[in-house]
């Protein structure tokens, strides 16, 4: 399209209001003209009927509309380049596409993502360029690293993941990316500290609450949809393991060498927040994963309204399984496996519609993480169907590294693509 008539574009919702505008300067023109008697009005009319009389009423006819149409074209494509005068290197037609997009984007569906660690901003990334409708449930049971000092020393919850949704969300995601992980490597007490998280906690000191905080500095850096906290109790996570013992602690639970048998959280009565119960309510999709799933996917449904609300909701509901176990956690688990422990920590009911599994990892791949402990997570079909839950495999993952990593897009697509395909299917 010439970037001229980037303006006829649908959706961009300018050019209803500029064509009222108009519309009603010409009524109030011409009334105003009969309230002042204006001659020089009286003259033009007579002089097009003169003309009329003497050439064919149609060749003037088209003569005034192309004129008209011309100035109007003109006029309405300056006046918008003159409001859309930008102060940094973006040219009009630029701010125009973004306007389209943003336009396109608003119109999406309402997705709500559940999850945490590095796997929910990944895909965050993806669906970011599918709707602006975003809610990212984030869990804030992260009691070690940065997080786990700035929630020792300052008493906020957790900042990491919540930092990690935000710059997955933003506009300038390369940018914002690079200054919110940036990690300070001396100073004394700042050492360690990566500066979204002391961005964060300062904007909790100033708003009184990381809900706000996170409100505040989404509006700052211009992010597509939310971030929310699943609670603002200061949710303490705890694992039963096989032999019997209780480990308490986000960051140790993956290095006590035992099974984890349950999951649990302290205080127990966790208080959801109810944006995210809202969000829940009215969303089109819900998502659970990927992520560590006994540490990011599982304690957000250790809130019992939040695991409720997933449960009953009307949304259609999809768990993106990881691709390899975690040591620590999820030793030797197949695709099942991670669907039957999540319907266990809530209540043995079906949470979920169907499981995203990717196809193929490469063989190499495979081998270089057993070395750390690592195996691929095995599709056992049989043992899924039995859960009651639906089969979706996809090729998701991110081929340019030589890590198993989700690619953002092909997952967000992929996603993207049952949804549809589920809601075609309901309107049969």
């Not at 949704?165 to 506009?171: F, K, N, T, V, Y």
């Not at 809900?211 to 609670?231: D, F, Y």
């Not at 620590?328 to 009911?349: A, C, N, P, W, Y």
């Not at 953002?408 to 049969?428: D, H, N, S």
């Amino acid at each position: 399209m010439p970037k001229g008539a980037i303006w006829l574009l649908p959706g961009l919702e300018v050019k209803r209001w500029f064509v009222l505008l108009i519309i009603g300067t010409i009524v109030s023109v011409i009334g105003l003209c009969i309230v002042l008697n204006l001659r020089p009005v009286y003259f033009l009319i007579k002089i097009i009927m003169k003309a009329a009389q003497t050439l064919p009423s149609d060749i003037i006819g088209y003569l005034f509309i192309l004129a008209g149409a011309v100035l109007f074209f003109i006029g309405w494509q300056k006046t918008n380049y003159s409001i859309l005068d930008t102060k940094d290197n973006r040219n009009s037609n630029e701010v125009l596409e973004d306007l389209y997009r943003r336009r396109k984007l608003n119109r999406g569906p309402k997705i709500v993502a559940i999850g945490g660690g590095t796997g929910l901003s990944t895909m965050l990334k993806g669906i970011k360029q599918l709707t602006n409708n975003i809610t990212a449930v984030v869990t804030v049971g992260d009691d070690g690293g940065s997080s786990g000092r700035l929630r020792h020393d300052l008493g906020v919850l957790p900042p990491g993941d919540i930092r990690n949704c935000i710059a997955a969300l933003a506009d300038d995601e390369d940018l914002v990316t690079k200054l919110f992980q940036y990690r300070f490597k001396t100073g004394e007490g700042l050492e360690g500290h990566s500066f979204g998280n002391l961005f964060l906690s300062a904007l909790c000191a100033i708003t009184g609450d990381m809900v706000r905080a996170v409100k505040e500095s989404s509006k700052v850096l211009s992010i597509r949809g939310r971030v929310l906290p699943a609670t603002l109790d200061d949710m303490r996570l705890v694992a039963t393991m096989e032999d019997g013992s209780i480990v308490e602690g986000e960051s140790n639970i993956p290095e006590s060498g035992k099974k984890i048998v349950k999951m649990g959280t302290i205080p127990s009565d966790c208080k959801a927040l109810e944006d995210v119960i809202t969000a829940i309510h009215n969303a089109d999709l819900i998502i659970l994963g990927p992520g560590s799933l006994f540490t990011s996917v599982i304690p957000n449904l250790l809130v019992k309204e939040i695991a409720e609300a997933v449960i009953n909701s009307n949304a259609k509901r999809i768990y993106v399984c990881n691709m390899m176990t975690q040591p620590g956690e999820t030793d030797g688990f197949s695709v099942s496996d991670h669907l039957r422990t999540i319907m266990e920590h809530v209540g043995g009911k079906k949470i979920v519609d169907a499981v995203l599994v990717n196809d193929v990892l490469p063989q190499s791949i495979i081998e270089k993480y057993k070395s750390a402990g690592s195996t691929e997570v095995i599709l056992d079909r049989e043992n899924v169907e039995k859960l009651g839950v639906s089969i979706y495999q996809k090729h998701i993952i991110n081929d340019e590294t030589q890590l198993v990593r989700h690619a953002p897009r092909k997952l967000a697509k992929a996603i993207y693509y049952w949804f549809r395909r589920q809601e075609r299917a309901g309107k049969k």
